[in-house]
């Protein structure tokens, strides 16, 4: 299904509003198909809290705790399992985007795809710390749909950070501190899209992508461990 | 008839038990229109600007009918849910006819989608203008319409797949296509214009010019923004599809769950 929606997405929204856009020097159809990309990568990074849901309902949940392994050591086979598996749910996607995108600088590229791999686990913790903190699965779900409304609308990923500050300083305010503009950046530097990029340094945005794996990944590993056992899962 | 007021009963219950997850599915709806449509109307380019003048303004109807799809399609969800626990055994049981309970169901995912949706509907009349009389009757009736054939559409899908993966696989491409072939997000002239030059196969251009999702959208532009003009044809779209698909949704329900 992500596959349909990745394909409609380029075939018909990414054409149809690229005709209706006009940014000087800017072609809109490769710079949604790179934000596209980004989007995907954060929606399928996202689905590892609704498989715990699923595990705590089927009680899978109490067999994982008694493995012998540490709380520690589970969160972050966790964290690191739920980025690798939206990498390789959304690989095939980003090398059609990179197809439809065209050039590419080899090294650029390689710091580009470090960045997508940071970004994804990071996205996974994050997941992971929301669904332990609710336990239940609907204010999760309620939760995750508002936050992927807001954060991936107030990013660079569907258009440039000067036209989001044009529109409401607020949002680019947003926008300048968003994980998913970071990578939406770096990805199309990357990608040999540098003109159009946000960030005239990409260390920065690097930074920013390493800050938010960090964050979510041992915070989550705390918050984890903390709200594991005990049940009270909804 | 009092059947179906049961099974109307029945499913806003259960619509009503997700209030959060609707003020969560509004709030996503919103977003889409005070943060993706502002940004998008600093970037149109001259000629789309000249046709629409705002794309704000715009998008506001196109929104309105998103909401309406969205939750008159979540009938399907339940219906599909209940052919896998075989909970419809029990619905078969209940003193109505079969008729009554397809009806019901019919009535009541459209009914929901009405509800669900008069938010958004008032917020494009704040946003824009209110309509006369006569235009809020028409807009209502359309609506009203479209939500019954987006629930027939959901129920048969529903009934058609035995798996929850493979209604939400149907689902996807039926939202996919039915929405990024239409003029819910952008003029259909721009479809036109692609499917001239080659760029967009014609089929996908006759698609857009059909779908009753850009009937509606139009029709609410028509009467709120003066643009496109109104045309009978595009509540004509509307009733074929309602009808096609209300007719269908009911039969497949009837004979389909029966079966199973």
Redesign the interface.
């Known amino acids: 299904m992500r596959a349909i929606w990745f394909i409609s997405q380029i075939a018909l929204f990414g054409l149809v509003s690229s005709r209706m856009i006009n940014v000087p020097n800017l072609d809109y159809f490769r710079y949604y198909v790179a934000g596209l990309s980004i989007m995907t990568l954060y929606s399928a990074a996202i689905f590892i809290g609704f498989d715990i849901y699923e595990e705590a309902d089927h009680g899978v949940f109490e067999y994982l705790l008694s493995l012998p392994v540490t709380r520690r050591q589970l969160v972050l086979g966790r964290s690191i399992g739920g980025g690798l598996r939206a990498f390789i749910y959304v690989g095939p996607l980003i090398g059609v985007s990179l197809y439809v995108i065209g050039a590419i600088s080899p090294i650029n590229f390689l710091i580009a795809l470090f960045s997508l791999f940071l970004f994804a686990f990071g996205v996974s913790g994050m997941s992971i710390t929301i669904a332990v903190v609710l336990k239940s699965s609907d204010r999760f779900d309620i939760l995750m749909g508002v936050l992927d409304a807001l954060i991936v609308r107030l990013s660079t990923a569907m258009y440039p950070l000067a036209y989001v500050q044009e529109a409401n300083p607020l949002y680019g305010w947003i926008a300048k501190f968003n994980p998913v503009t970071y990578v939406a950046d770096l990805f199309r530097w990357g990608t040999g899209l540098e003109a159009i990029i946000s960030l005239d340094n990409p260390l920065l945005p690097l930074l920013g992508i390493i800050a938010f794996f960090s964050i979510f990944t041992f915070v989550g590993i705390i918050i984890y461990e903390r709200r594991i056992e005990g049940g009270g899962w909804q | 008839m009092k059947g179906i007021l049961y099974i109307l009963e029945h499913d806003f219950r259960n619509f009503f038990r ?1 209030k ?2 609707l ?3 509004i ?2 709806n919103l ?2 229109l005070f ?2 449509a ?9 000629a ?1 600007k000249e046709q629409i003048t705002n794309y704000f303004n715009f998008f506001a109807p196109g929104l309105t009918v998103t909401g309406l799809f969205a939750s008159a399609f979540m009938i399907g969800r339940e219906v599909n849910m209940e052919r896998r626990r075989e909970i419809h055994h029990y619905m078969l049981s209940l003193p109505m006819t079969r008729l009554e309970l397809a009806v019901g169901r019919v009535l009541s995912g459209g009914l929901r989608g009405m509800v669900y949706m008069s938010p958004l509907l008032l917020t494009c009349f704040a946003i824009l203008r209110f309509p006369t009389i006569e235009q809020f009757l028409i807009i209502l009736a359309v609506l009203f319409l479209l939500a019954i054939g987006i629930s027939g559409l959901s129920i048969a899908i529903a009934v058609s797949t035995s798996s929850f993966e493979k209604f ?2 149907a689902r ?2 039926v939202y ?2 039915l929405f ?2 239409s003029s819910v ?3 259909l002239s ?2 036109q ?2 499917g001239q030059e080659g ?2 196969p014609m089929i ?1 251009v006759t698609l857009a010019e059909v779908n009753p999702l850009s009937s509606a959208s139009n029709i609410i532009r028509s009467f709120l923004l003066d643009t496109p003009p109104f045309s009978p044809s595009m509540i004509l779209n509307v009733l074929v599809f309602s009808s096609i698909f209300t007719f269908s949704a009911a039969f497949a329900y009837i004979e389909i769950i029966e079966r199973t």
């Open positions: 997700y959060w997850w003020v969560g599915l709030s996503m977003a889409d943060i993706m502002i940004v998008y109307n600093s970037m149109l380019s001259p789309v939400i696989t996807g491409l996919y296509t990024f072939c997000f952008y003029p721009l479809f214009q692609l760029k967009l996908l």
